[in-house]
């Protein structure tokens, strides 16, 4: 006998705030299988980004000579410091917190367990137990993918093969590590690790690092790690051994023709899968495409009566501040749906989706590239501001930052726009509010103060210089 609830929610990251103050009351099941808060909080964007801040300051530490400072004696790295200021002293607090804090409230049911449909809004779950509910929401995020390459087509932290879930938590630093993928989770672990002290080899299939970037961000990046790591392009395994030492051998086939790389851990950064299939959702009367995506409309509703589906499982972008968004439409739209606040259904805005790459130095960008802009046939007017050609540049002694903008040439609203360089991810910001709120590049440029000398100039002269 299946026990029944008001609302199923699947997945513990941006499902978990889903239970707003107009839905207290009914009752909710949450199941999770893992830990609570999903992939950004655990294994994604903020314990990685707190592994980026250590390595960034050995970096600058190492390049403080070109601006006539000199630091006596090698730079030191705690590594079991590092790894406890992240986990054990603040995200696993947060996640454990999370989870007693949800426990303990009333109307809310917890199910520790995987859970798999076998019927329209009916689940079986790995404990034995089947649940029911009026309404699902279905955000049970992505998983990372490995290789079809034996020894290397699982993880396996005790035999030193790490994805991004589990190689932040090593016990100690290996001296050598092999990093397979040329994404921005690849990117910046490669970043972390060799700026940590680890002999890092990268391998990447195709010709470049970062290849959904523009072209030039691309280029640009892929040549500034090639100076800093081993890089292997146009590359890939084609098999691996590991030696009783705990050395691993992988073989590689590539434009070097076919090499060995040896590595003390193997870390394997090749994309994400969507939890879709896993969940057995067609069982569900619930859509996937052709990537295993969950199909959902503006809504966020998917092809199952009474279904919601946000975050990694529901679309390409694979971005928290994405899974975000789609939840405070879908717990609006809950609300709604269930009566508890008048209104219309709300939908979701993907117009300007940014993202950023927290390697080093920083890349962020919204809205097509170049070529995908050439392709479409869009017209366009654009303009590449070096940030070495500002007052601030000049302060950093930069010499690779670069922050292109593209805009409409008959009304000047930004189309899109592509930077390399220090704080990337802060500074694209009001490009991204500009296309958003449907301000001009010259309203933006013109309507406001930009102090001086601050970076932000970059901003204000890129968009100076198109020609409208």
Same mark, same amino acid.
């Given at each position: 006998?299946?026990?029944?609830?008001?609302?199923?929610?699947?997945?513990?990251?941006?499902?978990?705030?889903?239970?707003?103050?107009?839905?207290?009351?009914?009752?909710?099941?949450?199941?999770?299988?893992?830990?609570?808060?999903?992939?950004?909080?655990?294994?994604?964007?903020?314990?990685?980004?707190?592994?980026?801040?250590?390595?960034?300051?050995?970096?600058?530490?190492?390049?403080?000579?070109?601006?006539?400072?000199?630091?006596?004696?090698?730079?030191?790295?705690?590594?079991?410091?590092?790894?406890?200021?992240?986990?054990?002293?603040?995200?696993?607090?947060?996640?454990?917190?999370?989870?007693?804090?949800?426990?303990?409230?009333?109307?809310?049911? @917890?199910?520790? !367990?995987?859970?798999?449909?076998? $019927?329209?809004?009916? *689940? =079986? #779950?790995?404990?034995?137990?089947?649940? %029911?509910?009026?309404?699902?929401?279905?955000?049970?995020?992505?998983?990372?993918?490995?290789?079809?390459?034996?020894?290397?087509?699982?993880?396996?932290?005790?035999?030193?093969?790490?994805?991004?879930?589990?190689?932040?938590?090593?016990?100690?630093?290996?001296?050598?590590?092999?990093?397979?993928?040329?994404?921005?989770?690849?990117?910046?672990?490669?970043?972390?690790?060799?700026?940590?002290?680890?002999?890092?080899?990268?391998?990447?299939?195709?010709?470049?690092?970062?290849?959904?970037?523009?072209?030039?961000?691309?280029?640009?990046?892929?040549?500034?790690?090639?100076?800093?790591?081993?890089?292997?392009?146009?590359?890939? @395994?084609?098999? !691996?051994?590991?030696?009783?030492? $705990?050395?691993?051998? *992988? =073989? #590689?086939?590539?434009?070097?023709?076919? %090499?060995?790389?040896?590595?003390?851990?193997?870390?394997?950064?090749?994309?994400?899968?969507?939890?879709?299939?896993?969940?057995?959702?067609?069982?569900?009367?619930?859509?996937?495409?052709?990537?295993?995506?969950?199909?959902?409309?503006?809504?966020?509703?998917?092809?199952?009566?009474?279904?919601?589906?946000?975050?990694?499982?529901?679309?390409?972008?694979?971005?928290?501040?994405?899974?975000?968004?789609?939840?405070?439409?879908?717990?609006?739209?809950?609300?709604?749906?269930?009566?508890?606040?008048?209104?219309?259904?709300?939908?979701?805005?993907?117009?300007?989706?940014?993202?950023?790459?927290?390697?080093?130095?920083?890349?962020?960008?919204?809205?097509?590239?170049?070529?995908?802009?050439?392709?479409?046939?869009?017209?366009?007017?654009?303009?590449?501001?070096?940030?070495?050609?500002?007052?601030?540049?000049?302060?950093?002694?930069?010499?690779?930052?670069?922050?292109?903008?593209?805009?409409?040439?008959?009304?000047?609203?930004?189309?899109?726009?592509?930077?390399?360089?220090?704080?990337?991810?802060?500074?694209?910001?009001?490009?991204?509010?500009?296309?958003?709120?449907?301000?001009?590049?010259?309203?933006?440029?013109?309507?406001?103060?930009?102090?001086?000398?601050?970076?932000?100039?970059?901003?204000?002269?890129?968009?100076?210089?198109?020609?409208?």
């Amino acid at each position: 006998m299946a026990t029944h609830h008001d609302l199923i929610i699947i997945g513990t990251g941006s499902g978990n705030s889903l239970v707003t103050p107009e839905l207290e009351g009914l009752d909710i099941a949450i199941v999770e299988e893992g830990t609570f808060g999903g992939t950004c909080l655990n294994v994604g964007c903020i314990p990685t980004k707190m592994l980026v801040l250590p390595a960034d300051r050995v970096l600058e530490s190492r390049d403080a000579a070109r601006l006539g400072v000199s630091i006596d004696g090698e730079v030191t790295v705690d590594w079991p410091a590092i790894r406890d200021r992240i986990f054990p002293d603040r995200i696993d607090q947060i996640a454990a917190g999370g989870e007693r804090y949800r426990r303990s409230q009333g109307f809310v049911t @917890v199910y520790a !367990a995987t859970a798999e449909f076998v $019927g329209p809004r009916h *689940l =079986s #779950l790995s404990t034995g137990e089947e649940i %029911t509910a009026d309404r699902v929401v279905v955000a049970a995020g992505s998983r990372a993918d490995l290789l079809d390459v034996d020894g290397l087509d699982r993880a396996d932290p005790a035999r030193g093969v790490h994805t991004s879930d589990t190689v932040m938590r090593m016990d100690e630093l290996p001296r050598r590590m092999a990093i397979v993928g040329g994404g921005f989770v690849a990117c910046e672990f490669a970043h972390v690790f060799a700026a940590l002290g680890v002999e890092v080899t990268q391998i990447q299939r195709s010709g470049a690092l970062l290849r959904t970037e523009d072209a030039d961000i691309s280029r640009r990046y892929t040549e500034l790690a090639r100076g800093r790591h081993d890089l292997r392009l146009e590359t890939q @395994v084609a098999s !691996a051994s590991r030696s009783d030492a $705990g050395v691993w051998t *992988l =073989s #590689l086939k590539g434009l070097d023709g076919d %090499t060995d790389v040896e590595a003390d851990a193997v870390l394997v950064a090749v994309g994400r899968t969507p939890n879709g299939s896993r969940l057995g959702v067609e069982a569900g009367g619930i859509e996937l495409d052709a990537r295993g995506v969950v199909v959902v409309d503006a809504q966020q509703r998917t092809t199952a009566e009474g279904v919601w589906a946000l975050g990694d499982v529901a679309n390409a972008w694979q971005l928290k501040h994405v899974a975000n968004h789609e939840a405070r439409v879908v717990a609006h739209n809950l609300a709604v749906d269930t009566g508890r606040i008048a209104g219309a259904p709300m939908e979701s805005d993907h117009r300007y989706v940014p993202h950023a790459v927290f390697g080093h130095p920083q890349i962020a960008a919204f809205g097509p590239t170049r070529s995908e802009l050439d392709e479409s046939g869009t017209p366009y007017v654009h303009y590449t501001q070096n940030f070495g050609d500002t007052a601030y540049g000049w302060a950093l002694e930069d010499t690779t930052g670069v922050l292109t903008v593209y805009a409409d040439p008959d009304t000047g609203l930004l189309l899109s726009a592509h930077c390399l360089g220090p704080q990337a991810s802060t500074l694209i910001q009001p490009l991204i509010q500009a296309a958003s709120f449907g301000q001009s590049a010259t309203e933006v440029a013109r309507g406001q103060y930009w102090i001086h000398p601050a970076l932000a100039e970059v901003v204000e002269n890129a968009l100076l210089g198109l020609e409208l």
